[in-house]
């Protein structure tokens, strides 16, 4: 078990251009999630898929985010025409869902995006 | 939706001491209650959680109790250590819903050698 890593760890970009962000899982975890956090507040729920299938999907999420997860191991978020309030950490976690209690996601390093 | 609320913000002790770090919720379906603690430049670390068919939870230094009548969680830590330092999230969620988490905006905790 390495638990959930997440390239890059860290990307400067600048204003409209596109980023991709990848994130793998705890082998076997079935649930991925992604969040974004900024400075001095908690992490936000952006979505989440269980398998391949995105279950749901945040407000925040405008139309410029798109994550795929397409064989039900990785996941990639993308975000287009970048925005400066788009500058936040970008965190993985996954769990493994199972019948009865809640699931316990397991979170990764993070991705630092600074858009300049 | 889930509205989490943590207090205090920023906590200071002195080494050995306790600290105490409060939650509220609102959403009466939240069952499953976990905390997260995050150093600098790094992801949340899970340090315990507690589901709602349980009052208390205790794991050495750590302890988490609930009351879900009151929609209260709170974190205890004892025998505080410099390396206790750091900021400390609550979360709530449902796994009806997903099980995608709610959390409070962290507390700072500084322990003074």
């Known amino acids: 078990d390495t638990g959930v890593s997440q390239n890059p760890r860290h990307k400067i970009t600048k204003r409209g251009q596109n980023v991709t962000f990848r994130c793998d899982p705890i082998?076997?975890?079935?649930?991925l999630y992604w969040y974004r956090q900024t400075l001095g507040q908690g992490p936000e729920f952006l979505t989440y898929?269980?398998?391949?299938?995105?279950?749901?999907k945040s407000r925040l999420l405008s139309d410029r985010f798109s994550a795929e997860r397409p064989k039900g191991s990785f996941s990639t978020l993308e975000i287009q025409r970048t925005e400066q309030g788009d500058s936040a950490m970008y965190l993985c976690?996954?769990?493994?869902?199972?019948?009865?209690?809640?699931?316990?996601?397991?979170f990764g390093p993070g991705t630092r995006l600074t858009v300049l | 939706g889930e509205n989490v609320e943590q207090h205090p913000s920023t906590l200071s002790v002195q080494e050995g001491d306790s600290a105490v770090i409060k939650c509220t919720y609102s959403?009466?379906?939240?069952?499953?209650f976990p905390w997260y603690k995050q150093e600098l430049g790094k992801g949340p670390q899970l340090i315990i959680d507690?589901?709602?068919?349980?009052g208390e939870k205790k794991d050495q230094r750590i302890a988490v109790t609930l009351n879900k009548t009151a929609k209260h969680f709170s974190l205890h830590i004892t025998e505080t250590q410099p390396e206790d330092s750091a900021v400390y999230f609550c979360?709530?969620?449902?796994?009806?819903?997903?099980?995608?988490?709610?959390f409070g905006d962290g507390t700072t905790l500084t322990v003074k050698p």
């Open positions: 976690a996954s769990s493994l869902s199972s019948g009865g209690s809640t699931d316990t996601q397991y």
């Open positions: 082998s076997e975890h079935n649930r």
């Open positions: 898929f269980q398998n391949e299938a995105q279950l749901e």
């Open positions: 959403d009466s379906a939240s069952n499953y």
């Open positions: 507690i589901r709602s068919n349980v």
């Open positions: 979360a709530a969620s449902i796994r009806l819903r997903g099980g995608k988490s709610t």
